[in-house]
């Protein structure tokens, strides 16, 4: 009976209550946005259409969830994106969870509804992106860990190994967790206890059981995947420390975690480094340091964007609720910093809502508009002309306009419209990104072709490819404010591509 009341006390209905209610208005917002899919989003649809072990640029599991969320509710924007409110919600229960285990039922609480609050989790929510499918089993995988230190029971080790294969099915960034748990093994006797007599092993075979398949697929396209996300990065060693990258990452940490969340996770990490701290700090310390050191550090040598230190949010939140819960003052300020991220998120989507033109001047809103328009303007234009011979394809210069065709022009592909096969042009010998490798362009398919390019400079190469070449018009797709999208169309015949050699290498970096 205790168990079923703690169950169902006052936090857990108030907790349960605050999630259906914020996720179910986020679905709400995603049926009701007049957004188009970003560029990623429409390459994730795509991919959706062939489920596969892995693709070119992301490992499956993203995908997957599109895969099944359109097989249900169609193939409409909000249906392509509604994994990412359903993975924050998850991820947000299991934080709730681990906040009541560690510091008791409130601070469950507060840690679920910080988890939803965070202005970074707000935009997050909108966008289906590999970070909301891997950190609900981020979370879960925290959650296992401590239930496997507090119980040793062996089902809690199969969940671990589960959660964590899962994971790297999403983002390899999941792969942390191993050094965030041998850093927390090495900190808290308790997790070496829990992990010992074969648990910690038997969790690990089962994440490389599930991880084995996308492992296959990238030795059998050689190591595509991986070598996207080792490049990712870009160490540079003639441009390295840079002062400015470092400050607009840390500065990118304020905005996704909101500014108080940041501040006191920055008081509270000195804190830490002066004086002993409890099991529960030093394991949620071990999932936050390594992450964030190393990003830090990549930022300032490199570059790094804000989101590659997404695994760190999950502890990050948890451990910041557990440290201000202890006091009153704390619990103030908690209360406040919640108060001032939805006060934050609120402001920031009726900025967008209600001053269009204006929040075009923000690049991540601009690059979600104008894309059913410029599929509409190019779909007339590749449809031939009375007495002209019809085009053998539709080339584009850029993986954005790719993806965003083939999503933008699906109905009408359904609808029977006699649109020519899409295909990418190839810039360098070997492929380059996804759409390279699955769609390039045919030396069969370039009889008459309607070129559309997005990259300007890459002009002059393209028709280089051509034994015919003429430019046709300028199309501007108007983006809100004074933004246009520019592109140049051109037509082509007797596709007959260059040799990819040193001296087309050399004028394409000279350009």
Not at 149 to 154: D, F, N, P, Y
């Amino acid at each position: 009976m205790p168990t079923i009341r703690a169950a169902f006390d006052r936090a857990t209905l108030a907790f349960a209550a605050v999630l259906i209610a914020v996720t179910a208005l986020r679905i709400a917002m995603l049926q009701a946005s007049g957004f188009d899919l970003y560029f990623d989003e429409a390459q994730y649809w795509a991919w959706s259409r062939t489920l596969d072990w892995g693709y070119f640029t992301k490992p499956p599991l993203v995908a997957w969830v599109i895969a099944g969320t359109t097989a249900l509710f169609g193939d409409t924007e909000w249906a392509v994106r509604l994994g990412s409110p359903l993975g924050h919600a998850l991820t947000a229960a299991a934080l709730f969870a681990l906040g009541r285990l560690m510091y008791g039922a409130w601070p469950g609480f507060w840690a679920g509804v910080g988890w939803l609050m965070l202005p970074g989790v707000f935009f997050s929510s909108g966008v289906i992106a590999t970070d909301a499918v891997m950190l609900p089993f981020w979370a879960l995988s925290l959650l296992a860990l401590w239930r496997l230190m507090t119980t040793r029971a062996w089902f809690w080790a199969v969940l671990l190994g589960v959660f964590i294969g899962l994971g790297a099915l999403a983002k390899y960034a999941m792969l942390y967790f191993v050094a965030c748990t041998a850093l927390a093994a090495y900190w808290a006797l308790p997790v070496r206890e829990a992990l010992k007599s074969w648990r910690g092993a038997v969790a690990g075979l089962i994440a490389a059981a599930i991880i084995a398949p996308n492992v296959v697929w990238n030795i059998q396209n050689g190591f595509a995947t991986a070598r996207h996300t080792a490049t990712n990065a870009r160490l540079d060693l003639a441009d390295m420390f840079n002062v400015d990258e470092l400050l607009e990452f840390l500065g990118g940490q304020a905005g996704v975690l909101g500014p108080v969340v940041f501040i006191v996770l920055a008081w509270a990490l000195w804190r830490a480094s002066r004086k002993p701290t409890s099991v529960e700090d030093k394991v949620l310390l071990a999932y936050i340091v390594p992450p964030l050191v190393f990003v830090t550090a990549l930022s300032f040598i490199s570059r790094a964007n804000a989101n590659w230190v997404a695994v760190a949010y999950p502890a990050i939140i948890v451990w910041v609720t557990g440290v201000l819960f202890t006091s009153a003052n704390g619990r103030r300020l908690l209360f406040g910093a919640t108060a001032v991220n939805l006060a934050v998120a609120v402001a920031l989507s009726a900025f967008v809502v209600l001053q269009p033109d204006q929040a075009a001047q923000i690049k991540g809103v601009r690059e979600t508009r104008g894309w059913q328009e410029t599929a509409q303007q190019i779909a007339q234009r590749a449809v031939a002309q009375p007495g002209e011979p019809p085009f053998s394809a539709v080339l584009v210069d850029d993986r954005a306009m790719f993806f965003q065709l083939t999503y933008y022009w699906r109905e009408a592909r359904s609808a029977g419209a006699p649109l020519p096969p899409l295909r990418m042009w190839l810039l360098r010998a070997e492929p380059g990104q996804s759409a390279e490798a699955s769609d390039p362009m045919r030396v069969e398919e370039g009889g008459r072709v309607l070129v559309v390019h997005m990259r300007r400079e890459y002009l002059p190469f393209v028709a280089g490819d051509f034994t015919v070449f003429r430019r046709v018009e300028h199309l501007t797709i108007p983006l809100g404010g004074a933004y246009n999208r520019e592109l140049e169309i051109s037509v082509g015949e007797g596709f007959a591509p260059v040799e990819r050699d040193e001296e087309f290498e050399r004028r394409l970096n000279s350009r």
